[in-house]
Every structure is written in C-alpha cells, then in structure tokens.
Nanobody, 119 residues
Framework: QVQLVESGGGLVQPGESLRLSCVAS????????MGWYRRAPGKERELVAR???????DYRDSVKGRFTIFRTNVANTVYLQMNNLNPDDTAVYYC?????????????WGQGTQVTVSS
C-alpha cells in the first residue's frame, strides 16, 4: 500500500505563487509515476502535471510555462511550483501515485489541498 500526504495550499492573489508538496510512504518501490490533479467545483479531476520514475514530464496546456513539477533525489517527495496563479487555477489539488503489485495496478490519492486565487 502507498500513502500520500499533501501540503502547501492556501489563499493568494492573482499573479502570486504557491508550492505544493507530496510525501509518499509505504511500498514506494512499486511507484512508477507521480503527479498532480485538480478538481474545481462541479467538475471531474483533471491532470495538472505528471512525472514518471524515468523523468518524463507532462503538463496540461493551460499551466505550461507557469507550473513546474519536480522531485528530490534523496526523499520520496514531489513538488508542484505554481507561478503567476489566476482565478481559473482555484481547485482542490490532489497528489497521485501509480503503483503496480504483480499484475494489479492501482492509483493512490492524497487527501487534497485547497488552492484559492482571488483578488
């Protein structure tokens, strides 16, 4: 099993920045990718950024050039640096881990952290 703990959300004005953190624990050797998803009110979760164990990175178009996903080399921690935030970024942000145990592949989710961008 994999456990994810998120932090870093908050209330900011347009143009300001936040950094989200996600710490993974448990059977972390089974994790093949980690990423950030978000859910705005009335909408399904959508991909924000995804980082594979091999270093491949994907961003949704609306955050390219503003958001950066990265991980540390000595800890199982993934970050999302969010710059130049706008009100459309307001959502609950969730950390995700993809892990395989034998032939069974599972997705694990953090508890979510609220990001609110308002003037």
């Amino acid at each position: 099993q994999v456990q994810l703990v998120e932090s870093g959300g908050g209330l900011v004005q347009p143009g300001e920045s936040l950094r989200l953190s996600c710490v993974a624990s448990g059977k972390i050797f089974s994790i093949s990718a980690m990423g950030w998803y978000r859910r705005a009110p009335g909408k399904e979760r959508e991909l924000v950024a995804r980082l594979t164990k091999g270093g491949t990175i994907d961003y949704r178009d609306s955050v390219k050039g503003r958001f950066t996903i990265f991980r540390t080399n000595v800890a199982n921690t993934v970050y999302l640096q969010m710059n130049n935030l706008n009100p459309d970024d307001t959502a609950v942000y969730y950390c995700n881990a993809e892990a395989a145990f034998g032939d069974v592949k599972n997705d694990y989710w953090g508890q979510g952290t609220q990001v609110t961008v308002s003037s």
